[in-house]
């Protein structure tokens, strides 16, 4: 593998798909906890929730972690 230098928002993580380690590309977004027809106006903010998705570099596999 290339030792390429990892920009400040990649890591070095082991890929379930790739089943090695590779690049991924992580940011943070926010991501829905339920399919949001069932909440109600006032209660949409707590429907989501921050959530760290890693993408390997390699397959494009997205990984979404809750923090
Ligand atoms: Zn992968």
Redesign the pocket.
């Known amino acids: 593998m290339r030792d390429e230098k990892l920009a400040v928002n990649q890591v070095r993580s082991e ?4 089943r090695e380690t ?1 690049v991924h590309t992580v940011a943070l977004e926010q991501i829905r906890t339920t399919d949001g027809g069932a909440v109600a106006p006032e209660n949409v903010k707590f429907a989501r929730a921050p959530a760290r998705v890693s993408r ?1 570099d ?4 997205r990984t979404v972690e809750r923090v």
């Open positions: 890929c379930a798909f790739c590779t390997c390699a397959c494009r596999v």
